[in-house]
């Protein structure tokens, strides 16, 4: 009994000795957890005020992120009479720290037609813009159009700059500055007729679709911008008279001086493989990059593109490009392009009564032939031939003030067909014109045209009494000439102009 209660005795202290070790030890899991705590809340704390110091300093590394809500703003609206109208855009600070513009500004500066209200501060420049993280500003863009304004151009541009932490971000600005027919990247279906009662302002390009026919009437302005080609997948019907008001003027639409002169201020008129029965009759094709480019042979036995009394003018390229196609043209002025004619990878063309003209400038150097004509074209280091047919006759081809002797050149690979024939003409050559048929040439002998002056920009390519290219010609069915006068029967004159 005893030792019974002995056992069970050992065993109730063994149980409070348990019971306050655990006790214990819950003790100081508490205190370790409270110890814990207070660390936590610490570092809690810390981290809330490093937070905050971060959103209210501002982000200075240049990969800074800025975004806009538009890359251009665009003013539809047609001024007939003086007016304004206004757009906005928006500026995205997308960063977790504030950021500072170090100005907002017009390129125009305090000239400018525009106005820009910049985060309720009007400009033309306003500085030192502060942004908050992940937040955005306003800008406001008023343009004033005054439409009686001499020479003011039909689409009058700006751009507003954005300076931040070294970067630059512009939004470009567009207004039309005149009362016209506004056209924007636009596809022509069916059978379409322009009339001359208002010029038409064609932006972002225009195509004709195939089986569709764009005719445009006598007198007709049409202003291509920067970034607006005519592509001719149908048919471009243009029926121009031989005034200087009844022709059909295509040009860059930028008209104010000085980019009135400057070459290249459009992409040009391009005729591609599905065109058909193109004909353009006393059309002015003038500054554009490429004036006329054809490719492909025609659909029908017409030429795929025919060319009645013509100007091609001050292109920074060529003047008239043909690859693998059929031109036809007659009576018509190819003058002071990069490269006037050029004609590759064989086609078929019909030259007669044409000037191809070019002298050195201030905008292009007259450094490759008027005409140039070969059978081939290159792919890689493959060469691929077609066949060539082309007549000129009663034809002018002449270059001055430039690098080359030869203003007519040709270029002959394999044995496909090359017949090239230049009956009647006048040209500058110093050395032969290899694998062609001429007859009645009149060479290196200098046509006298009537007026040249680079320095005044003055170009009349008529010729004067004395011209060696008078009644050299040979009779063909062509009764009149570029200005719509009248040949003589029998002898006429060389190039577009007859002498009256």
Sequence with gaps: ???????????????????????????????????????ILVAILLTSILISCKKESFITSSTASLATSADTLHFDTLFTTTGSTTR??????????????????????AGSLYDINVDGTPGPEVNNIEMEANDSIYVFVTVKIDPSIDNLPFIVQDSILIDFNGNTRYVQLEAWGQNANFIRSRVITGNITWTNIRPYVITGGMQIDTNATLTIEKGCRIYMHADAPIVVDGTLLVKGEKYDSTRVVFRSDRIDDPYRDFPGGWPGIYFRGTSVNSNLQYANIINAYQGIAAEKASLNANPKVTLNECI???????????????????????????????????????????????????????????????????????????????????????????????????????????????????WKVKNSVANVTATNITANDPPLFDSINTQLKLYNFRLRDESPALNRGLTTSINIDLDGNTRPVGVPDLGCYEKR
């Design 88 to 109: 906005f855009f928006r500026i995205y600070n997308n960063n977790n720290q504030k950021l500072r513009l170090n100005k907002v500004a017009l390129g125009g500066g």
């Design 312 to 426: 091609v003018d001050n292109c920074y390229d060529a003047g008239i490009l043909g690859v693998q196609t059929s031109i036809k043209a007659q009576n018509c002025l190819v003058s002071n392009c990069g490269k006037n004619v050029l004609l590759g990878y064989g086609g078929n063309y019909d030259f007669t009564h044409c000037t191809v003209v070019s002298y050195s400038n201030s905008y292009i150097l007259h450094k490759d032939p008027v005409l140039v004509l070969t059978n081939y074209t290159k792919n890689g280091n493959v060469v691929l031939t077609a066949n060539l047919t082309a007549s000129f006759k009663n034809c002018i081809f002449w270059g001055e003030n430039g690098t080359t002797e030869d203003e007519v050149v040709t270029d002959k690979q394999g044995n496909t067909t090359f017949n090239v024939n230049f009956q009647n003409c006048l």
């Design 1 to 39: 009994m005893p030792f019974h209660g002995s056992r069970v005795l050992i065993a109730f202290h063994y149980q409070i000795i348990t019971l306050s070790n655990y006790h214990i030890d819950r003790v100081f899991e508490n205190v370790y957890f409270y110890r814990n705590m207070k660390y």
